[in-house]
């Protein structure tokens, strides 16, 4: 395999250990070996050693990973199954050797700017960008996911910073920050030249709020990688919401609702953003904490791999709200729009899902 | 099994469990060919396919995996239990092919009753789950081993595990109340609502530790305690293996400590070292006590005033917390023994009159037979009559022919058991038996072997269930 000796030296580390196995929300939720950060390193050992190669399921295995990083927060030693997984993703694609869905989904990206095919925008997202493209100093950036998988809340955030009084801009032709290709191809000249043309636009301002964390966190990490000249200040938005609130410029609505925060696993262990979020919701109300929060915070699913694993993504969000009944809990509240709309598609009766913007504006 | 029959069997499966919990993928076959076996992982190391299952399957309960036991039992089809496959002994690996019963979708936590103090939950269910669980009502299982966040609740009771507060609160056999059980030919049976009982043997421990040869476990009731108020540790050193043992099973005849863990010189010299920093040269015990703080604080000054008649010297609580925080960083890839080493645990267990004998004669046996070998040890499960050896073997220089590495891997092995057994030890105190040591059972046990094979024949006449695993 083409892949870094480093990620063989992980590969060989990882085969023969389960440590992590559970934290792994994949493995959770299917039960199935696997799912495990040892199934993929062990099937890929013996690619490696020439004694099996990507069929038979064992390229399909490398993209039920979500890539959340739990395993390799978990590791006592400091490997990093995510490295080799998005390495063999490249090596994968460029063999030939990728999944035919996943083969659609890159030809479906290429085409259309996201994986979810989509050329247009839902309505009253639209309208709600046309009313704040007027050029300023912040860029507000929204991320394909929640133009497309999560347009009510996306609309949602643009109205309550709207209604703040907050100076921002949305491009109506937003192009995608680069972590779909990351995620899909890893460290591809596609990628690349996606986190190029990002930048290009991103440079015109001087202020960049990521409503998605992961477009931040490819934004602050992968770019700087490929040394992509990044100038304005990048910021989450749950930093940009919690700095507003502080200073006194956003008021929170206060609520008697008990909430539980399900931090983005991006943003709390890849930018190791984690307090304030929680700053925000204690603005509005009590703040709980679920089983493994924080950067061990258990993954709840995505948009984007609910396009070819829809069954697991059910589960995967299933999961995380009995993981909330458990603690006795109602409401969860998120700010990732592609956890969002894997959790809103099975949110059980009785529950109440928001995102942090509802909950400032009044949930 | 020509290829018609076989996809005759796998409709009938996937109709059991449904088709998306049926596979015969090669991903599903490899990643259930390989357990934590040294002689797995080294074939695996050397780029050679273990034997692998032909199907693998994921039932949901007891009624799902009655139905596939009733298929494989009619078409005669090997079938290996697989937990979290963290077991060493090979007890997980189907060298007979056939099919894969893998447990882990029966993972539901069925009930926390804090009156009986239980969970009771699926036996594929991941131990620490179950922790996490307990955790969240103010409990624990108290059963800390270092595979916690790998194995399954089944795993643990078919091999009979142990955990590192072992000696305070027991092993596997004394957390279970009672097991949901599928047998070989579907039946679903329930072992007594209570295991202390005089209505007949102990069902419950007819099926610990019969590594998927008699049945399936399906469902458990696993006991739960309320957290200590306080835990307290304390680091000792001890000049010889003698005044180590005596300490030892003078403070067993006083209270039971929770943690206790004894190495030798040469396991303090190296892991102890690099992990916990211990430094000085002697023998390291690690001492842990908990309960009632007012109990703790009585137990602390019996524990001092008895180790300190046998010269121990007193390393305050340090380096035990130390280690109670980095006891399961051990086992993790860069600080455990891993390939190209040949490497293994013949754990085994006597009463005080034998152990410390069993010790030097296994050492003595594999350093002289093989003097490539080094030999390190630690005792970490104590009882009032004895405790057990962790004794492990690591030779750095392993031959590149996996035949011939096999063939060495075995010869170490029967040497030190042979050896144990023949100083009133045993096959093995907690790893199981698995492929690796069956061979030796009947070296074990004798004339007695046959109750184990009357069971077996009996409850799994056409030998089904995970052939070649514990001598049966």
């Known amino acids: 395999m083409l892949i870094s000796q480093k990620s063989k030296q992980i590969v060989d580390s990882c085969r023969f250990c389960w440590m992590c196995r559970h934290i792994c929300p994949i493995g959770n939720a299917t039960g199935q070996e696997r799912n495990t950060a040892r199934a993929r390193a062990l099937t890929l050992s013996l690619v490696e050693r020439g004694a099996a190669d990507f069929s038979g399921g064992i390229a399909d295995n490398v993209y039920e ?5 739990a395993c390799t927060k978990e590791c006592a030693t400091g490997w990093d199954p995510v490295k080799f997984t998005k390495e063999t993703r490249n090596e994968i694609v460029m063999t030939g050797a990728a999944p035919a869905y996943i083969t659609k989904m890159i030809e479906t990206l290429s085409e259309t700017g996201n994986v979810y095919g989509k050329t247009a925008l839902c309505d009253d997202l639209k309208k709600a960008i046309d009313g704040v493209s007027a050029k300023t100093d912040v860029l507000f950036f929204l991320g394909s996911d929640a133009r497309y998988a999560a347009c009510k809340q996306a609309k949602g955030a643009i109205e309550m910073l709207k209604g703040a009084g907050v100076k921002f801009t949305v491009l109506a032709d937003e192009p995608g920050s680069g972590y779909a290709w990351d995620f899909l191809v890893g460290a591809a000249d596609e990628t690349k030249n996606a986190m190029t043309e990002c930048a290009k636009a991103l440079n015109e301002f001087k202020t960049v709020v990521c409503y998605d964390p992961a477009d931040a ?11 992509i000249e990044l100038k304005p200040e990048i910021k989450t938005f749950t930093a940009f919401l919690a700095g507003k609130i502080a200073d006194g410029s956003i008021k929170a609505a206060k609520t008697n609702k008990t909430l539980y925060f399900q931090d983005p696993a991006l943003l709390a262990r890849d930018l190791e953003e984690t307090q304030p979020a929680r700053d925000v919701l204690a603005a509005c109300g009590e703040v709980k904490e679920m089983l493994l929060f924080g950067k061990d915070v258990m993954w709840a699913g995505s948009s984007m791999m609910a396009v070819y694993m829809p069954k697991v993504m059910k589960l995967v969000a299933e999961r995380r709200w009995a993981d909330l009944a458990h603690v006795g809990g109602k409401v969860m509240v998120t700010a990732s729009p592609s956890e969002y709309a894997a959790l809103a598609d099975v949110k059980p009766e009785g529950m109440e899902l928001y995102t942090i913007e509802e909950v400032v504006k009044g949930c | 099994m020509n290829d018609f029959l076989m996809l005759n069997v796998l409709t009938e499966l996937e109709d059991a469990v449904g088709r998306e919990n049926v596979s015969t993928n090669t991903v599903d076959k490899i990643t259930h060919a390989v357990d934590y076996f040294w002689l797995s992982r080294m074939f695996a190391d050397r780029g050679c396919r273990m034997p692998e299952a032909d199907i ?6 007891a009624t799902e995996t009655s139905k596939v036991l009733k298929i494989a039992n009619y078409y005669k089809i090997p079938v290996t239990t697989w937990g979290g496959g963290g077991g060493t002994q090979g007890g997980a690996i189907p060298v007979a092919g056939g099919i894969v019963l893998d447990t882990k979708r029966m993972d539901k936590i069925y009930e926390i009753n804090e009156k009986g103090m239980y969970i009771e939950c699926g036996a594929g269910a991941i131990y620490k789950h179950i922790e996490w669980a307990a955790n969240e009502r103010g409990y624990a299982t108290m059963h800390y081993p270092s595979s916690l966040t790998c194995s399954t609740v089944g795993g643990f009771l078919a091999h009979r595990g142990i955990g590192v507060v072992s000696t305070k609160y027991g092993k596997i056999d004394d957390m279970v109340l009672s097991m949901e059980i599928v047998l070989p030919n579907g039946t679903i049976i329930n072992t007594s609502t209570a295991p202390k009982h005089a209505a007949g043997p102990d069902l419950n421990q007819i099926f610990i530790g019969s590594e998927g040869t008699l049945g399936v476990i399906t469902k458990a009731q696993i006991r739960i305690y309320e957290q200590p108020e306080e835990r307290r540790f304390r680091g000792f050193l001890f000049q010889n ?26 396991e303090t010299a190296s892991l102890i070292k690099k992990i916990v920093g211990v430094e000085k040269p002697g023998a390291f015990m690690n001492v842990a006590y908990e309960g009632v703080k007012e109990l703790v604080e009585v137990e602390e000054k019996i524990l001092l005033d008895t ?3 046998y010269h121990a010297e007193d390393l305050g609580s340090e380096y035990g917390e ?6 399961i960083t051990f086992f993790y890839p860069g600080h455990m023994m891993d390939l190209p080493q040949c490497f293994g645990t013949m754990d085994t267990i006597a009463p005080y009159d034998k152990i410390e004998n069993i010790y030097w004669k296994m050492k003595e046996a594999i350093e002289t037979n093989f003097p490539q070998a080094r030999f390190i040890a630690h005792f970490s499960h104590w009882y009032e009559w004895g405790c057990m050896i962790y004794d492990r073997f690591i030779v750095d220089d392993v031959p590149q022919d996996p035949a011939e590495a096999f063939r060495l891997h075995n010869d170490i092995w029967n040497t030190g058991v042979r050896t144990a057994l023949a100083n009133g030890g045993v096959v093995n105190d907690h790893h199981g038996v698995g492929i690796k040591l069956g061979r ?4 074990q046990y004798g004339p007695a072997m046959v109750v184990f094979e009357a069971l077996k024949k009996e409850l799994d006449p056409n030998g089904i269930m995970n052939p070649f695993k514990l001598g049966l």
């Open chain 1, 217 to 227: 966190k490819v934004m602050l990490r992968e770019y700087k990688e490929w040394g």
């Open chain 2, 56 to 61: 693998v399957v994921s039932p949901a309960d």
């Open chain 2, 322 to 327: 130390k280690w109670w925080k980095e006891k």
């Open chain 1, 65 to 69: 990973c979500a890539l959340c990083g």
């Open chain 2, 440 to 443: 030796l059972m009947k070296e």
């Open chain 2, 241 to 266: 293996m003698t005044d180590a043992f005596n300490a030892g099973r003078e403070i067993l005849q006083k209270f039971k400590p929770s943690v206790m863990r004894l190495y030798d010189n040469a």
């Open chain 2, 307 to 309: 180790f300190a008649k």
